[in-house]
């Protein structure tokens, strides 16, 4: 189980830490993500992570920054210089083996 935590509304240029609690251990995990659905678009994976590489989609590149903390169980999404474009439900994800969890969202809107 996942809890996606740290939306909220800001205006354009600040920041947010978007959080997802893992109820089991993630050290094991090989594929974390942070997936984005912005109103009346599809759900879009903005930033994500395995043991060789991590990604970004190339509207976030250089203002998100995807990280984990094994010892919380723990997997972050810090966003810095957000955009109004960045609204929408960011939803965590995390992979063990070939099976893949869900958080429930947590809604990020940014005002102009």
């Known amino acids: 189980q996942l809890q996606a935590s740290g939306g909220g509304l800001v205006q354009a240029g600040e920041s947010l830490r978007l959080s997802c609690a893992a109820s089991?251990?993630?050290?094991?995990?090989?594929?974390m993500g942070w997936n984005r659905q912005a109103p009346g678009k599809q759900r879009e994976l903005v930033a994500s992570?395995?043991?060789?590489?991590?990604n970004y989609v190339d509207s976030v590149k250089g203002r998100f920054t995807i990280s984990r903390d094994n010892a919380k169980n723990t997997i972050y999404l810090q966003m810095n210089n957000l955009k109004p474009e960045d609204t929408g439900v960011y939803y965590c994800?995390?992979?063990?083996?070939?099976?893949?969890?869900w958080g429930q969202g947590t809604q990020v809107t940014v005002s102009s």
């Open positions: 089991r251990s993630i050290s094991s995990i090989n594929f």
């Open positions: 994800s995390v992979q063990y083996g070939t099976i893949s969890y």
């Open positions: 992570a395995t043991i060789i590489s991590t």
